[in-house]
């Protein structure tokens, strides 16, 4: 099976800007979750999609958003940029049954200048 | 809510072992253990689910204890290839916001 893909895999913007980060999961699996990782901060959960619906959030502000689509593919959208933003963005799928592994793509680097 | 391990970094030499321990102050469902190497994504590991279930490599060991909301991962005969960051991840119980925690790392260092 084919793994867990991010795109694009490095990204610069600028403060004030907004971007759409995409990730398509593994074949057959029905959720997406999205985790934003800074050295200071860890792994953070952002949010999970399953089905297309949103089922969980993170404490994060609205500025953060994201979807998924019928064939499971997550898009995840951050407005009005700000430095702090700046940080690895990784996607994990998984069949999301409780309990289920997730697996994760190499993530989108995005830097705010 | 995020999970709390210890010790923060362990230097280990070649066949040495360690134990690295992952704490919750909320109850849990499952606790799930991630490695992931510099510059690269988080692997899985291991699933403990609450009852007892687990689901993982055969090389690698881990306890949950469900009473004290804590799990801890046992890496044995160690080799250079177990040098990353290890996190543990935790699930809460269903209908209790089921959000997905990762705890604050583990830096393993294993030296020849």
């Known amino acids: 099976k084919a793994g867990v893909t991010q795109t694009p895999r490095y990204l610069i913007k600028t403060r004030g800007q907004q971007v759409t980060l995409s990730c398509s999961p593994i074949s057959g699996h029905r959720s997406v979750s999205w985790y934003q990782q800074t050295p200071g901060q860890g792994l953070q959960f952002l949010f999970e999609y399953f089905s297309e619906t949103q089922r969980n959030k993170g404490n994060f502000p609205g500025r953060f958003s994201g979807r998924q689509f019928s064939n499971s593919r997550s898009e995840m959208n951050v407005s009005t940029l700000e430095l702090g933003d700046s940080a690895l963005y990784l996607c994990?799928?998984?069949?999301?049954?409780?309990?289920?592994?997730?697996?994760f793509g190499p993530g989108t680097r995005l830097t705010v200048t | 809510q995020q999970p709390v391990q210890s010790p923060q970094a362990v230097i280990l030499r070649e066949g040495e072992d360690a134990v690295i321990n992952c704490s919750s102050s909320?109850?849990?469902?499952?606790v799930h253990w991630y490695r992931q190497k510099h510059g690269e994504a988080p692997v899985f590991l291991m699933i403990l689910l609450k009852g007892g279930e687990q689901k993982g490599h055969e090389k690698i060991s881990a306890s949950f204890n469900e009473k004290k909301q804590q799990s801890s991962l046992y890496l044995t005969a160690s080799q250079l290839s177990y040098s990353g960051t290890y996190f543990c991840?935790?699930?809460?119980?269903?209908?209790?916001?089921?959000?997905?925690?990762f705890g604050t790392g583990t830096s393993l260092t294993v030296i020849p």
């Open positions: 994990a799928s998984s069949s999301r049954d409780r309990g289920s592994e997730q697996y």
């Open positions: 909320k109850a849990l469902y499952s």
């Open positions: 991840g935790t699930e809460s119980p269903p209908n209790t916001g089921n959000q997905f925690y």
